[in-house]
């Protein structure tokens, strides 16, 4: 970053003595425009020395996915997207049969139970019924009068969301792939950690009168940036992420502005 | 240096440290697998109840007469709370006051009341302290006896409760009713001055044109669909909610004419004074009260006697259902209208309305991410209404009178809002102020 070429060095007019020769007596003033000595790169030093860089919504150790970071001014933008209250998407793999303590299957091994019972029938019932409760708390925890007429429109639209501190709530849950016994969730969710989606695993898992524990959770959206958007380890260099702040500048903008208004 | 004497040496014995991955692969593979359900376990089928439990129409003894001194009567059930039943209930019905369950075994026991019992409409509920009299309020679910033929063969279809008196449909031996008869609703002739407390009579109507498939009770009225698609009303008809072409009451169940008369009608529905019926082409009829607009539509007189078809332009209609103000209607497509008075479900603005307006399916669930939640019942209360959906979700709105809605709320509930029971919903029966369900469990 330090290699790429810097701003011009400012320029200000001084009145230097004429390059007169002959007499030596009389010296004439011409003015002319040189560069500032304080501004010389040797001067200076290297233009960027620290770079700022914040973090958005928090990653676990054992999750991957979208992280989205902000450097420099940008970390401005991130106080503002946390406002948004945008969801996040996870891809979240269980399987049935073990519980562990910690609801991961790295953990201590509390309990196994059979699960030839399951089918995806009942699973997909547990999980209507997650969305449905956690449905009603997105209505609660909004903070909007029910009795008015604009919370019937906005719960029409399918637009009420709790904008300020709020449990974790999950707006939609789907099952993508049930391969016996294992079986992986698409969730949509707000205001919630990894170690929540892991326990969500667990009680489905209860629910289902089996155990379950989570194998793997990634983040596949978090509010505008998806997994196109994201760098890969191998892209970590300063021209993909130049290309990438540049690419989703617009995005971020027409997002806070639908939102925050 | 000394050493340590041979006894005291520990030999080959190593330190205990953290397990190693292979320790902790044997030890899992050799813990013990807990059953907890084996693989033909069957969904269980449950009943929630939830409402105003003072006069014990929810079932539940301990919210009227609590078990211990210091505890105090809960008046008011404001989520659902399971009732526990002997045999599995297939009908239920909420009257004013007082609730019946039915199940379609053939053991001799068929029918269960529960609440208000002034004017006999659960039957005839001896009392334990003084053999001669009856129960005036039954708070837990009592049998009723009903003098069948064959008690061992019937079974009870289905139930019905109006105002103060209930109707039971058995599948061989006709329509029993009992409870209060002074406007001719029990199908029998009217008696001065009877007294309706404590009565052992039960009244047994069998002659229609064909059998009883459908019984509805409305306020003081009651009505019955027959196989053969024709309707029958008696009771009370100052309103016109007998159809019969008089404002006078009727004793005897007779057959109603007008727009009806050679439809075949496959649903019935009243609660109050206006009545619903639903023919097999999709087209609903309407007569009774329409002081609220019900039936504004077609004519502009307040009572109805005669019933009219109401030519509405929403599709075919599977199913209606009427309330005291407002009626709701469900279409082959799965959307909702509503019309009448009240909290129609549209908002705090929408109050009344004569032209039906449908609530858009995104409010029951519907959404991109989930495009097959369709409402496949609709049920009404006298201010209050319920759908169903595919997936087995109640939602409920309207007047929120003592917790009925069962939201745990006690704000009267403006667009549909979602009731969390602990299973799936299979049918519910919604009254004046409190709601009985039908649940079948998760697993």
């Given at each position: 970053l330090n290699a790429a070429p810097g701003r011009a060095p400012r320029q200000h007019v001084r009145f230097l003595p004429a390059p007169a020769g002959g007499d030596g007596g009389a010296t004439g003033l011409v003015?002319?425009?040189?560069?500032?000595?304080?501004?010389?790169?040797?001067?200076?030093?290297?233009?960027?020395?620290?770079?700022?860089?914040?973090?958005?919504?928090?990653?676990?150790?054992?999750?991957?996915?979208?992280?989205?970071?902000?450097?420099?001014?940008?970390?401005?933008?991130?106080?503002d997207l946390y406002n948004c209250h945008l969801t996040k998407v996870y891809t979240v793999g269980g399987l049935f049969g073990k519980a562990t303590d910690d609801f991961s299957d790295t953990g201590k091994l509390v309990e196994k139970t059979t699960f030839d019972h399951i089918t995806r029938e009942k699973l997909e019932r547990i999980l209507a019924v997650i969305q449905g409760t956690n449905h009603k708390a997105l209505l609660m925890h909004s903070n909007i009068d029910m009795k008015t007429q604009e919370a019937y429109e906005l719960a029409v639209k399918g637009l009420i969301r709790p904008m300020g501190k709020s449990p974790p709530i999950i707006t939609a849950i789907r099952c993508l792939q049930f391969a016996f016994p294992e079986f992986q969730l698409?969730?949509?969710?707000?205001?919630?950690?990894?170690?929540?989606?892991?326990?969500?695993?667990?009680?489905?898992?209860?629910?289902?009168k089996s155990s379950a524990v989570c194998t793997q959770v990634r983040r596949i959206r978090d509010g505008v940036f998806t997994l196109d958007d994201a760098l890969l380890r191998t892209q970590w260099n300063l021209q993909s992420i130049q290309n990438a702040i540049w690419d989703c500048q617009l995005k971020v903008k027409t997002e806070l502005e639908k939102t925050l208004g | 240096?000394?050493?340590?004497?041979?006894?005291?040496?520990?030999?080959?014995?190593?330190?205990?440290?953290?397990?190693?991955?292979?320790?902790?692969?044997?030890?899992?593979?050799a813990a013990p697998v807990f059953q907890y359900v084996g693989k033909a376990a069957k969904r269980?089928?449950?009943?929630?109840?939830?409402?105003?439990?003072?006069?014990?129409?929810?079932?539940?003894?301990?919210?009227?007469?609590?078990?211990?001194?210091?505890?105090?009567?809960?008046?008011?059930q404001p989520t659902p709370y399971r009732l526990e039943?002997?045999?599995?209930?297939?009908?239920?019905?909420?009257?004013?006051?007082?609730?019946?369950?039915?199940?379609?075994?053939?053991?001799i026991t068929k029918v269960w009341g529960m609440g208000l019992n002034k004017d006999s409409q659960l039957g005839f509920q001896r009392s334990i302290r003084d053999r001669t009299?009856?129960?005036?309020?039954?708070?837990?679910?009592?049998?009723?006896?009903?003098?069948?033929?064959?008690?061992?063969?019937?079974?009870?279809?289905?139930?019905?409760?109006?105002?103060?008196?209930?109707?039971?449909?058995?599948?061989?031996?006709?329509?029993?009713?009992?409870?209060?008869?002074?406007y001719g609703q029990c199908g029998r002739k009217v008696v001065e001055d009877e007294t309706y407390s404590e009565s052992h009579l039960i009244h047994q109507l069998k002659e229609f044109d064909s059998r009883v498939v459908q019984v509805v009770c409305g306020q003081d009225h009651s009505l019955f669909r027959t196989k053969k698609g024709a309707v029958y009303a008696c009771g009370w008809g100052a309103d016109g909610q007998t159809g019969l072409g008089h404002y006078d009451i009727t004793s005897v169940p007779t057959k109603l004419r007008g727009d009806i008369a050679g439809v075949n009608i496959i649903q019935v529905s009243s609660y109050g004074d206006s009545c619903l019926a639903v023919s097999d082409e999709g087209d609903i009829f309407g007569w009774g009260n329409s002081e609220y607009l019900q039936l504004a539509s077609v004519t502009e007189t307040t009572q109805v006697n005669v019933p009219r078809h109401l030519p509405f332009k929403i599709g075919k209609i599977k199913e209606a259902a009427c309330g005291g103000t407002g009626n709701?209607?469900?279409?082959?497509?799965?959307?909702?209208?509503?019309?009448?008075?009240?909290?129609?479900?549209?908002?705090?603005?929408?109050?009344?309305?004569?032209?039906?307006?449908?609530i858009p399916p995104s409010l029951f669930g519907w959404s991109d991410f989930n495009p097959d939640i369709r409402v496949a019942h609709v049920r009404c209360g006298l201010s209050q209404f319920a759908a169903l959906t595919n997936r087995g979700e109640l939602f409920v709105w309207g007047k929120n009178l003592r917790g009925c809605l069962g939201t745990g709320r006690k704000e009267d509930q403006y667009f549909p809002w979602r009731v969390t029971v602990p299973g799936e919903v299979v049918d519910v029966a919604c009254g004046v102020d409190h709601m009985v369900s039908m649940v079948k469990s998760f697993t």
């Amino acid at each position: 970053l330090n290699a790429a070429p810097g701003r011009a060095p400012r320029q200000h007019v001084r009145f230097l003595p004429a390059p007169a020769g002959g007499d030596g007596g009389a010296t004439g003033l011409v003015a002319a425009r040189v560069p500032v000595l304080a501004d010389h790169p040797l001067v200076r030093g290297p233009r960027f020395r620290r770079l700022k860089i914040g973090a958005g919504h928090r990653l676990d150790t054992k999750a991957s996915g979208v992280f989205v970071l902000g450097i420099g001014h940008g970390n401005k933008l991130l106080t503002d997207l946390y406002n948004c209250h945008l969801t996040k998407v996870y891809t979240v793999g269980g399987l049935f049969g073990k519980a562990t303590d910690d609801f991961s299957d790295t953990g201590k091994l509390v309990e196994k139970t059979t699960f030839d019972h399951i089918t995806r029938e009942k699973l997909e019932r547990i999980l209507a019924v997650i969305q449905g409760t956690n449905h009603k708390a997105l209505l609660m925890h909004s903070n909007i009068d029910m009795k008015t007429q604009e919370a019937y429109e906005l719960a029409v639209k399918g637009l009420i969301r709790p904008m300020g501190k709020s449990p974790p709530i999950i707006t939609a849950i789907r099952c993508l792939q049930f391969a016996f016994p294992e079986f992986q969730l698409e969730i949509h969710c707000l205001h919630e950690t990894q170690q929540y989606l892991r326990k969500v695993v667990h009680e489905i898992g209860l629910e289902l009168k089996s155990s379950a524990v989570c194998t793997q959770v990634r983040r596949i959206r978090d509010g505008v940036f998806t997994l196109d958007d994201a760098l890969l380890r191998t892209q970590w260099n300063l021209q993909s992420i130049q290309n990438a702040i540049w690419d989703c500048q617009l995005k971020v903008k027409t997002e806070l502005e639908k939102t925050l208004g | 240096a000394p050493r340590a004497p041979a006894a005291l040496c520990r030999g080959l014995a190593r330190p205990a440290g953290p397990p190693s991955a292979r320790q902790l692969r044997e030890a899992e593979e050799a813990a013990p697998v807990f059953q907890y359900v084996g693989k033909a376990a069957k969904r269980k089928d449950r009943v929630f109840v939830w409402g105003f439990s003072h006069s014990g129409a929810l079932g539940v003894p301990s919210f009227v007469k609590p078990d211990a001194g210091w505890k105090k009567p809960r008046r008011i059930q404001p989520t659902p709370y399971r009732l526990e039943t002997e045999a599995k209930i297939s009908s239920a019905a909420c009257g004013y006051g007082f609730t019946l369950l039915s199940s379609d075994t053939s053991d001799i026991t068929k029918v269960w009341g529960m609440g208000l019992n002034k004017d006999s409409q659960l039957g005839f509920q001896r009392s334990i302290r003084d053999r001669t009299k009856g129960y005036e309020y039954v708070l837990e679910p009592s049998p009723i006896p009903l003098p069948l033929e064959k008690p061992q063969q019937t079974r009870v279809l289905q139930v019905s409760c109006g105002r103060a008196h209930s109707l039971i449909l058995t599948d061989s031996e006709g329509v029993f009713t009992m409870g209060n008869n002074s406007y001719g609703q029990c199908g029998r002739k009217v008696v001065e001055d009877e007294t309706y407390s404590e009565s052992h009579l039960i009244h047994q109507l069998k002659e229609f044109d064909s059998r009883v498939v459908q019984v509805v009770c409305g306020q003081d009225h009651s009505l019955f669909r027959t196989k053969k698609g024709a309707v029958y009303a008696c009771g009370w008809g100052a309103d016109g909610q007998t159809g019969l072409g008089h404002y006078d009451i009727t004793s005897v169940p007779t057959k109603l004419r007008g727009d009806i008369a050679g439809v075949n009608i496959i649903q019935v529905s009243s609660y109050g004074d206006s009545c619903l019926a639903v023919s097999d082409e999709g087209d609903i009829f309407g007569w009774g009260n329409s002081e609220y607009l019900q039936l504004a539509s077609v004519t502009e007189t307040t009572q109805v006697n005669v019933p009219r078809h109401l030519p509405f332009k929403i599709g075919k209609i599977k199913e209606a259902a009427c309330g005291g103000t407002g009626n709701i209607a469900l279409t082959e497509e799965g959307n909702v209208f509503v019309w009448g008075y009240g909290i129609l479900g549209k908002g705090p603005n929408l109050i009344e309305t004569a032209v039906p307006e449908m609530i858009p399916p995104s409010l029951f669930g519907w959404s991109d991410f989930n495009p097959d939640i369709r409402v496949a019942h609709v049920r009404c209360g006298l201010s209050q209404f319920a759908a169903l959906t595919n997936r087995g979700e109640l939602f409920v709105w309207g007047k929120n009178l003592r917790g009925c809605l069962g939201t745990g709320r006690k704000e009267d509930q403006y667009f549909p809002w979602r009731v969390t029971v602990p299973g799936e919903v299979v049918d519910v029966a919604c009254g004046v102020d409190h709601m009985v369900s039908m649940v079948k469990s998760f697993t």
